[in-house]
């Protein structure tokens, strides 16, 4: 029988309609900035549930060993809205469900937002491959960089590439000025968004800008992915810095030196790309983190001590890793193949302070002599 | 007779040339920035004195009142090769020689080094004009905008401007990361010479480079110096929020959202600028000022008391001044003749806040509704 009440069936229809387009949101890794993330979009999809689901997954890896009773982080967060290990003395929203099954998490979704380290994308890019909805794209928040091999010659790859090629989805990147405890917070800050879509940008900026959370959307991906790569190793170079009582000025002339070289870095390898280095990825997010990050803080005490780099990581981070390090080493690897390293010596001493190689003299020298100066 | 000994007199008659080609430096002002670059050009010219006279003189203000028989500043300086009053522990060199004369420090001297405080300059102009070689060049270090009436229009000048104007000679300007105390300390820091002639930017380079003070000139001048001038505007803004106990997200987007506005400024009065954020000038020294400058601490400590500035300065700064105020007012006011107040937020809020107009929720809106996220 046809519907007597005009306007009642057709609400109820656009209703199923909107009901079926709504978009599903997943999140995938519940370590410190995975927590703030949470924290965030729990939030925005409430407020906006014409438009997206209000039910937000979010994989966390379960890390307990065999025979382990305690709760998983997942059934935790599910328990108290807390991530007690990562993310201490913060709610997060309770429509967020955690789960520690990955496809559980992320095979309805439409965006997946990942945030786990570098280190982990391999395994959870196999495990999801073929199981993801047809029209799913992805936002990376993971800081790090790639390589691929093709006849024998490897080339720089970026680990959103990675993510489009082992998943068929298109793949942008949030990178920012975003200490976790602060965002998580809800205090002020920016962040980035790089796209290959406009359309796909501006759908993930309406699910991560607030009034506090402000988001510019841009296309220049490379450069904004690089960015909130290479400072973690910028910032290597300023926590060594404070760790041997250098001054505000030097420390000032890392990030400027430090910024030249990711411009150089991206220019060498992304000619194309048309820098957003005034960007929140760019100059606030390597301040941020040359001042308030776990990579300075971990250099610091790298420098002071004589422990092992993973002896001082699991003292400071409780679990948490610091992109620093492994990316100096992908990075000195991949300009040692291009045979440009002299080009870029803090990314190259930073390196090689970490693996013994530079001291104290090499770092203050690869400042004093920098090629800028020439 | 003519000269038996052709390499003698040759060389003899070069060397006599080379004496008198010498050139002769005035450091003109005595406070703590001024002892600072006293250090260094103090060591230079002594390094290369085949090009430069070994004695430096320098002027300093006697403000002592009348009857007072305590010994000036000078007479200090030059018995003990120490500042105590503005630069208490670091040693001036014995061959810069202090002198309470403005003009006995200048007339003869073929390069001046103006480091004095903004509202000094007119004075000490017209004090000299007419009284310099006519073979003299400025360099200006100090900080802050100017303006000038022409058929009842205000206009933007330039502090370098107005010292062309008052004497007649050309003036460059050097900015940079460079806090006084760690300059004078010999570490590690850059600076940007902002010229009109390479020639003359060149020279200077030579008086000021040095493997601890490295040096870069650019004929973008006008941004050069209006980087160093509206720096201490965004300091202030910094030196707030650490007042309010915002966090590091928030002072990185201060820092950028500051060095926009910077940029922004500079284009509008400045079209044909090519600006130089990169340079020492631009982001380094920001980062410097917004972490550990004078503007900024004057800035945290006025918004957690209730004490007016004068006294906050008083306390904190022992004698100098803090330029970001009276500079955010000559922005605010030349701003406003423009009426393009609501393009800069920031640079508004941080002058209203001084004059008690704004307070934290303004600031706030400043940067959570700036025009950068339209």
Not at 129 to 143: C, M, Q
Not at 275 to 286: K, P
Not at 343 to 368: A, C, M, N, W
Request: hydrophobic fraction near 35%.
């Amino acid at each position: 029988m046809p519907c007597q009440n005009f306007d009642y069936c057709f609400n109820n229809n656009s209703d199923e309609l909107r009901g079926d387009s709504r978009k599903k949101i997943a999140i995938v890794g519940g370590g410190n900035w995975g927590s703030a993330i949470a924290c965030v979009v729990g939030k925005t999809v409430k407020a906006q549930d014409d438009v997206f689901q209000p039910i937000v997954s979010m994989w966390c890896r379960d890390s307990r060993k065999f025979g382990d009773t305690t709760p998983s982080i997942a059934e935790t967060i599910n328990a108290t809205h807390e991530n007690p290990k990562y993310l201490p003395g913060r709610r997060i929203p309770s429509n967020v469900i955690a789960t520690s099954s990955l496809l559980d998490a992320c095979e309805s979704a439409h965006i997946l937002i990942l945030v786990v380290p570098h280190q982990g994308i391999p395994q959870i890019c196999s495990e999801l491959r073929g199981n993801l909805r047809d029209d799913a794209h992805a936002v990376s928040l993971t800081k790090g960089i790639s390589s691929t091999s093709e006849n024998d010659v490897i080339r720089m790859q970026l680990i959103s590439e990675d993510i489009e090629k082992a998943l068929g989805v298109e793949c942008s990147v949030l990178m920012g000025a975003n200490l976790a405890g602060e965002v998580a917070d809800g205090k002020f800050c920016e962040a980035t968004i790089g796209c290959k879509s406009l359309e796909n940008g501006e759908e993930l900026k309406m699910l991560f800008n607030t009034p506090n959370f402000r988001i510019r959307v841009t296309t220049d991906y490379e450069a904004v992915e690089l960015c909130g790569a290479l400072k973690n190793i910028v910032a290597c170079a300023a926590g060594f810095a404070d760790g041997l009582g250098w001054a505000y000025n030097v420390k000032s002339a890392i990030i400027r030196l430090g910024l030249l070289e990711t411009k150089k870095f991206v220019e060498h390898f992304y000619p194309s790309s048309h820098h957003t280095y005034f960007e929140s990825c760019g100059v606030a997010d390597l301040i941020t983190t040359c001042y308030g990050g776990r990579n300075r803080k971990v250099a610091e005490a790298f420098i002071k001590s004589d422990k092992p780099l993973h002896i001082v990581e699991q003292e400071l981070l409780k679990g948490q890793s610091a992109q620093g390090p492994p990316t100096a080493q992908d990075v000195f690897e991949m300009l040692e193949i291009h045979e440009i390293t002299e080009k870029f010596p803090i990314f190259t001493s930073v390196h090689k302070i970490f693996t013994g190689e530079h001291g104290e003299q090499e770092l203050y020298d690869s400042l004093r002599n920098h090629p800028e100066y020439d």
